[in-house]
């Protein structure tokens, strides 16, 4: 039997059941069970109040401290989640995911492990500067720390469950346009990123990448909203007679290069869709590595689609600029070709 | 003193400061000598926070440290053989050499690997506070930090927390007078940095550090009071530190006279006085057991000295589960 699920609704079940089976697993963050509250900004802890009472957290507004709280936690074997409001917060933890979380493990010489969750927020949506940013190019390049983007409902609850199964701390964006969050946490230009979720346990294996829709020109790699922008310029190049195929990377650490690699030596040509400022992005890096694994392969340069080098714009017109968009895609996808 | 002591505890924090002082000068040479890489943040004249405080936790008590931890780890108990290896990075110290004279300790005696951003540790602490909480095992876990940490977001952050949520959690200002080189009066208007409780909600307490046995009292109250849910404390235990910020430091920044009070106030010398002078030890107990524990700290020197160097592949083992 399935169940259609949202994203957040996803979310919600794999974090239940992932506390009902062990109850080592618990939640920390702002406003994520007050009695009469929301569940947190985007309501992904609505409904579990009562019944995981003692493995649901309210934190003063303290990203440092409770996140410093999951390390030690965590050292000691617990199983913590803790989440941001909005993935901009992230900074304000930065020394404890980076030099405590990511590395603990490592200068123990592999005597302590961390295994806790990080939940983040992510993607422009109309709050401006500091409730928007894209945050995977400051952390999928730490060593000790993996990092997931699901884009589906699916994937997001199967890999919440790997992540909180992990003995190593992994960091997972959300993009806010796609939690198909209703009322409070609801956001104009969602996308429907719901599935039909199998009622068993399940997982979605950290580090695997799947190919959205096979192509045969050009192969666009693309994770949370974007995927979904990729998918998209796919269906209308198709109608123009392109065959793209995407590839959803799902995680950016550990990242699935066979995947990529097979994709781009069917196709030739390769394309990288990111949301957030082009200039030090995680796309320059996959883009950078193909240019020097798969020269012999590739028949254009790697191209690159992503954000403008600007803070997110509050503006809805500014912002939909900023925001890389189908017609983006395709004209890169186009240009791609003329190599041919 | 309401404390009563046995002799044998007493001679064991005499020895535990004892061994530190000896561990630490022999450190000092090596660096020097170019034996031991990196730099070295040394403990020598705050010996008796560590050992007094230490010795009121129980095994399973877990600590947290910062980038001055040799005394801390060495009281906890962190193997002597696997310190010295640490310290030289090589196979069998007990971070498998990734760590470092920074990083120095060993979760199964209870001590988490030692946290070198000053203040960062604090937290952590409270979160292993947190997960003993949770599962309702009745241990403590306690914090060192120093006056330089009081200025640090999470320091604020980990106490708040700790305090709000009632964590069986200590804890440890070593006062040692400067942050690197500025004096803390220049970091605080506060004359004590225990007053800092008050804004915690938590008992505060200013002791003298340099007393091994006021410091183990007041440690074991704080202590116990957490182990028995009354939540967290803050102690600040004035103290001086004998060496330099690290090995290379000559200290300018501290006036003669300060520093010629510290040397008259160093903790290991007033206690060995008071043991002399109460007759639980003579001149020739006290030079044996500095020649015991000499011995002992040279044979940790020998085995770490021939070990052999860390394989330089190992770098890429141990960075995920």
Known sequence: MTQRRTILQALRDGLAEEMARDPDVFCMGEDISIAGGWGGVFTVTLGLEERFRGQLLDTPISELGYFGLAVGAAIMGMRPIVDVQYGDFLFLAMDQVVNQAAKMRYMSGGKVNVPMVIRAPIGATGRGAQHAQSLERFFFGVPGLKVVCPSTAYDAKGLLKSAIRDNNPVIMFEHKLLYGSKGLGQATGAVDASDDIPDEDYTVPIGKGVIRREGTDVTIIATLLMMHVAMNAAEELEAAGVSVEVIDPRSLNPFDWALVEESVKKTTRAMVLEEGPKFGGWSGEIAATLAEKMAEYLTAPVQRVASPDIPVPFSPTMEQYYRPGRQDVTQAVMSLLQYA | ?321
């Not at chain 2, 404390?233 to 103290?239: G, R, Y």
Request: contains cysteine.
């Open chain 2, 1 to 321: 003193m309401s404390e009563t002591y046995s002799k044998q505890q007493l001679l064991e924090f005499f020895r535990g400061m004892l061994l530190i002082r000896k561990l630490e000068e022999r450190i000092g040479y090596l660096f020097l000598e170019g034996a031991i890489p990196g730099t070295l943040h040394q403990s020598l004249g705050q010996e008796a926070i560590a050992v007094g405080v230490c010795a009121a936790l129980n095994k399973d008590d877990v600590i947290t440290s910062g980038h001055r931890p040799h005394a801390h780890a060495i009281a906890k108990g962190v193997e002597l053989t696997a310190f010295m290896l640490e310290l030289f990075g090589k196979p069998g110290g007990c971070c498998e050499g990734r760590g470092g004279s920074m990083h120095v300790g060993d979760i199964r005696v209870g001590m988490i690997p030692s946290i070198a951003i000053v203040a960062a540790n604090i937290p952590v602490a409270a979160g292993a506070a947190l997960s003993f909480k949770l599962r309702k095992q009745p241990r403590v876990a306690v914090a060192f930090t120093g006056d330089g940490g009081v200025a640090e977001g999470a320091f604020h952050e980990g106490l708040n927390l700790a305090a709000v949520w009632n964590l069986p959690f200590v804890c440890i200002i070593e006062n040692n007078r400067y942050a690197a080189s500025t004096h803390y009066s220049r970091n605080t208007k506060l004359e004590k940095l225990s007053d800092l409780a008050k804004a915690y909600g938590i008992p505060g307490l200013t002791i003298d550090g340099n007393d091994v046995l006021q410091v183990y009292q007041s440690a074991k109250e704080a202590i116990e009071r957490a182990r028995g849910g009354g939540g967290p404390t803050i102690l600040e235990a004035m103290t001086y530190r004998l060496t330099g910020h690290n090995r290379r430091d000559p200290c300018n920044y501290m006036p003669e006279e300060e520093r010629d009070q510290a040397y008259a106030d160093d903790p290991l010398l007033r206690f060995q006085k008071f043991l002399l002078a109460s007759n639980y030890i003579d001149e020739s107990t006290a030079k044996s057991f500095g020649d015991e524990l000499e011995a002992i700290v040279e044979q940790a020197v020998e085995t770490a000295v021939a070990a052999d160097e860390a394989t330089p592949e190992d770098a890429m083992k141990h960075v995920f589960a």
